[in-house]
C-alpha cells in the first residue's frame, strides 16, 4: 500500500501543473493549458490577444524550469517574447487597415463608374 501511493505520489509530481505553467510562462495570457510544443515535448501554451505563446518544460530536480519558447510556432528568445507579441499585434492592425482600405477604394471607385455611367447615359439622351 505504501509503495502503491509512493508511486502515485511520484507519478503526480512528474507531470507539470498549470499553476506551474503560468509561474513559468514568459507572459501572461488567457487560459494556460499543458500541451505538446513544436518540438514534441512536454509544454504550456496561452492565448495573448489570439496569439499563441508556448513554452517547454525540462524537469529539474523536483521542479520544472522554462525552456525554448514559440510565438506563433516561430522560436523565440524568452526575453524578445513581448517585443515579438506587440510586433505580431502591430502587424495584424496594418493588415485590419488596409483591407478596410481596399474596401473603401473599392467602394468608391464603384461608386465612381456608376455615376459615370449615369451621367453618360443623360448626355445621350
Known amino acids: 500500500m505504501k509503495r502503491a501511493l509512493a508511486i502515485a505520489l511520484l507519478v503526480t509530481s512528474c507531470s507539470p501543473r498549470e499553476q506551474d505553467c503560468r509561474a513559468l ?8 493549458t499543458i500541451s505538446t510544443t513544436p518540438a514534441g515535448t512536454t509544454g504550456c501554451t496561452t ?8 513554452t517547454e518544460l525540462q524537469r529539474d530536480g523536483l521542479h520544472w524550469k522554462p525552456g525554448q519558447t514559440w510565438v506563433e510556432g516561430t522560436p523565440t528568445d524568452r526575453s524578445e517574447v513581448h517585443n515579438r507579441v506587440a510586433a505580431i499585434k502591430a502587424n495584424r492592425e496594418v493588415e485590419t487597415h488596409v483591407v478596410a482600405a481596399e474596401a473603401a477604394a473599392t467602394a468608391a471607385v464603384t461608386k465612381a463608374k456608376e455615376t459615370g455611367k449615369k451621367l453618360l447615359d443623360a448626355l445621350r439622351r
Open 25 to 32: 510562462m514568459p507572459i501572461a495570457g488567457d487560459a494556460v
Open 47 to 54: 492565448n495573448v490577444d489570439g496569439i499563441s505563446v508556448t
